[in-house]
């Protein structure tokens, strides 16, 4: 699951106790300027470590991205906020995946004063957050960034690979190779489910949404009784069902 508010799920987290899990939840240090309706980030905290003890330390991640830079949030700004964050969640996660902010179409057209990250201003960034994260006991991984920060010690493999899964659910995994969701992405993913223009936290640097009007339409579609995020069955539709099969390996294995 990724998500920037797992609290609405923790009513139902019996229903998934039997199924292996993975979270990452993204917690920035933007403010209602850059995440309109994201929840108040005191509050995420909480509701991070209360996931954390229900699913474990191995089953959550905390992502700071995608990171910009402004005349507010500065590199010092950052800095100071990633430290603060990092200390509330010591104990509570061993992984936190950073990235820069992608300058995608929509993001352009919806956020048009927003610039890349230079090159120089990465490294700074990316060799402090690994001191601050090594400090709190947590590994730093880059998404979809390249080998940009691993000389200075990132993880640069992939934000979720099949190890993670092992770790996550404590068994090792016979799976197919597959090929990531994008050129640039190394992690281990069968599919990703979702639908554009739907997201009401209207981040601004978001690249799934584009535009307020957009998503607010979309959004009015949403029916509680109905199995699809947006809409509900019609006339024609043909169902395939996906074969299930566990990759779980279950044999023996001597250390």
């Known amino acids: 699951f990724c998500t920037k508010n797992p609290a609405p799920m923790f009513p139902y987290m019996d229903l998934l106790k039997d199924y292996g899990q993975y979270w990452f939840v ?55 906020a990633f430290e603060k964050i990092a200390k509330e969640l010591e104990g509570y996660t061993k992984t936190v995946v950073v990235s820069f902010v992608d300058l995608y179409s929509k993001v352009k057209r919806n956020f048009p004063e927003c610039e890349e990250v230079p090159y120089e201003t990465r490294i700074v960034l990316g060799k402090k957050m690994i001191e601050i994260a090594t400090r709190y006991g947590m590994v730093v991984k880059s998404c979809a960034e390249g080998d940009l920060l691993e000389a200075y010690g990132a993880d640069c493999r992939g934000c979720m690979r099949l190890e993670d899964y092992e770790k996550a659910i404590g068994q090792k995994l016979q799976a197919p190779k597959i090929k990531g969701a994008r050129a640039e992405c190394a992690c281990y993913l069968s599919c990703d489910i979702g639908v554009y223009n739907t997201c009401k936290h209207l981040c601004r640097y978001c690249y799934a949404n584009a535009d307020r009007e957009k998503v607010l339409q979309t959004s009015l579609q949403h029916d509680p009784n109905s199995p699809f995020l947006i809409g509900n069955y019609q006339e024609g539709d043909i169902i395939h069902d996906v074969k299930q099969k566990s990759w779980i390996d279950r044999q023996i294995q001597l250390l």
Not at 35 to 44: A, G, R, T
Not at 55 to 73: A, Q, T
């Open 26 to 80: 993204s917690l920035t240090s933007y403010g209602k300027d850059i995440e309109p309706n994201v929840i108040d980030k005191h509050q995420l905290i909480k509701d991070f470590q209360t996931l954390s003890t229900m699913v474990g330390i191995h089953s959550i991640g905390w992502r700071y991205d995608p990171i910009l830079i402004n005349e507010r949030y500065t590199v010092e700004y950052h800095l100071r």
